[in-house]
């Protein structure tokens, strides 16, 4: 008999424009708000206080996030909080937000745990994350794609290590998340793009990672649809049905991978990305088709399955696969998605430089072990030369 599992999600998910004023029906005492300073100049950040206070609780404020948050920035939130006390942290804005108040959490409920217990690059942590006792995490995402205010992770940089640090564990996941279009309606359009496009990335590689399962398969499936109608007219005509709807499949995306996993895909956007500093989103775009086509050798009928049901209609698995990666194609060139690593600009040189070390180091990345198909390094090696090159045949 193999191991249960657990499907976990955040127990309530409140949604749906002005959902944000739930706020006001947070039970505690003293409420700690993690922020930006994009957020408090837009002034969401006096309303979240506001509903706060409504609701009778004490309010500090953190707002200087900054993009991939670092340690040491997460520490300060501890020392300066420490005599605050907050049972109530409520994390709104972008990935790099919520993450760093999952960090937080991690640190100021659990003092005696060092970042190098609960990081880890390579394998399990060396010290399992306890469950949290002392507050509830509300997370309010500003923008519509990383699935942060529903997923286990969390990541936060350290100059000592030339690497984004993830932090996983199934704790993470908030007790509480409020999926509001109307905060995600500032989003600057280059953000709705990659954002979405890192949605859809997650509820392909979850509908067929290794991981994936009957709980999970419903929500890929679901935000696969969502996030393949509604992505080009949310960009494109700014429709406030399709951003809604876009903005709600990211957070099902997330719930979807953090029960199942991302892939491949995720493992060359971050190789990638953090060597060229391409957006985590713009990252996947790219690599996305040229995963699927490479794992469509060991996925059976799982993406016929979604050719399916965003509209292809036949039986024939290597012609669903064409029709998916057209279909992501087409998306992706109305949202001005360039389709190779060459054509966005990196330079040439440098990135066959990389090529070896890239294959190298992603045979044990997580989301490589999690992906349907183990790639051999020459054949990694193939697959980071096609995305740069734009060329299927080589995969
Ligand atoms: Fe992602």
């Not at 709104?92 to 005696?112: C, L, M, T, Y």
């Not at 309606?185 to 399962?213: F, Q, R, W």
């Not at 956007?269 to 060229?276: D, L, R």
């Amino acid at each position: 008999m193999s191991a249960p599992r657990i499907f976990r999600c955040p127990r309530d998910i409140i949604w749906g424009r002005g959902s944000i004023a739930y706020l006001e029906n947070i039970v505690g005492k003293r409420a700690m708000i993690v922020t930006d300073q994009v957020l408090t100049r837009l002034g969401v950040t006096a309303r979240v206080r506001e509903y706060l206070q409504k609701g009778g609780l004490q309010v500090s404020v953190f707002d200087e996030v900054e993009p991939e948050p670092s340690l040491r920035t997460v520490m300060r939130m501890v020392t300066e909080n420490k005599d605050f006390g907050p049972d109530v942290i409520v994390g709104i804005g972008g990935g790099s937000v919520i993450d760093a108040s999952k960090a937080f959490r991690i640190f100021f409920e659990h003092p005696r745990l060092t970042f190098e217990d609960v990081h880890s690059l390579q394998g399990p942590p060396r010290q399992i994350i306890p469950p949290f006792t002392k507050t509830t995490h509300v997370a309010i995402s500003s923008t519509s794609g990383t699935g942060a205010d529903a997923s286990h992770v969390s990541i936060v940089t350290d100059p000592a290590i030339p690497a984004k640090c993830p932090i996983v564990s199934q704790e993470l996941k908030p007790n509480i998340a409020i999926v509001d279009p109307d905060v995600a309606d500032s989003m600057p359009k280059e953000v709705m793009a990659d954002t979405g496009i890192d949605a859809l990335t997650h509820a392909i590689e979850s509908y067929v990672s290794g991981m994936a399962n009957d709980f999970s398969r419903g929500l890929s499936l679901q935000a696969i649809i969502s996030l393949m109608k509604y992505l080009p007219p949310a960009f494109l005509d700014k429709d406030p049905v399709a951003k809604e709807h876009i903005h709600y499949a990211a957070t099902i995306a997330g719930i979807a991978f953090s029960n199942s996993a991302n892939g491949i895909c995720h493992t060359i956007a971050t190789k990638v990305g953090g060597v060229f500093k391409l957006t985590h989103g713009r990252g996947n775009a790219i690599a996305l088709p040229y995963s699927i086509k490479y794992n469509s050798s060991v996925t059976g009928d799982l993406f016929t399955t979604i050719a399916r049901a965003i509209g292809f209609d036949g039986d024939d698995q290597f012609l669903a696969v064409d029709y998916l990666i057209q279909a992501i194609g087409q998306i992706e060139k109305q949202l001005g998605i360039p389709d190779s690593y060459k054509k966005a600009g990196l330079p040439e040189n440098l990135y066959y430089a990389k090529i070896a070390d890239f294959a190298r180091t992603s045979t044990t990345y997580p989301t490589t072990l999690t992906n349907p198909r183990q790639p051999t390094i020459k054949e990694l090696e193939s697959l980071y030369t096609a995305c740069y090159q734009g060329d299927y045949s080589l995969i």
